[in-house]
């Protein structure tokens, strides 16, 4: 942190975010929701799933860059939908042109419909074309070290392992897979997938993820503006707790008071 009242920023692709908080645009209940929750939760990048949310491919449905404009927010496109490379890729380049050179992404490949676990041979594969293809990528990605060292190595500029699976609110279920990716990764890691609640959120940044990315968690929420506020204060929180540093773990109990010097 480089002082004690201002927190440093999050960095992807040489652009630095004040957020560390990224949120999707879909479940709301419609696009005024929409914009509300995106405002509370303080977030700088909203993903948008180019298959299934109109930014412009149908000029007579309701845009979702109205609600959520790029002058004020990074659209980061998505593949949502997509179970082999060719579609993800052709995916994110139509993506590009609808946002006029837009290069940074965030791709995903599926595995199936009943889980939503990537499909990581198709996952390396379209995150090969889309680097030489000039991308800025971020991935969605199982929670494999060996896998996240391949799509670093490939070029991706950020790494998404999953807490859990998609949309299912279980919060982090292998922190100790995660913590080997945060401890290799040379590019930022970012929680994507499986956050439930606050508390999921915090201990994704106090474990040393440098973000986070969530939808439902919000918008499937009884008060949906209401949890991004509170998931925005969550990531603050737990990257505050990080960067403090937790005491260590102990099998026995140390008093608060120190023992030297008491009163008899």
Sequence with gaps: MQDNQ???????AGKTYHS???VGSG??????????????SGADIITVAIRRVNIGQDPNAPNLLDAVPPSKYTILPNTAGCYNAKD???TLQLARELLNGHKLVK???LGDEKTLFPNMPETLK?????VKDGFDVMVYCSDDPIQAKMLEEIG???IMPLASLIGSGMGILNPWNLSLIIEQSKVPVLVDAGVGTASDAAIAMELGCDGVLMNTAIAGAKDPIRMARAMKLAIEAGREAFLAGRIPRRFAASPSSPMAGRVA
């Design 88 to 90: 993800a890729v052709y």
């Design 6 to 12: 201002q927190p440093e920023g999050l960095t992807i």
């Design 20 to 22: 560390r908080l990224l």
């Design 156 to 158: 991706c500029c950020a």
């Design 126 to 130: 379209a995150a090969e074309t889309l």
């Design 27 to 40: 479940k709301y209940k419609d696009l005024d929701e929409t914009r509300l929750a995106t405002e509370a």
């Design 107 to 109: 791709l995903e490949v």
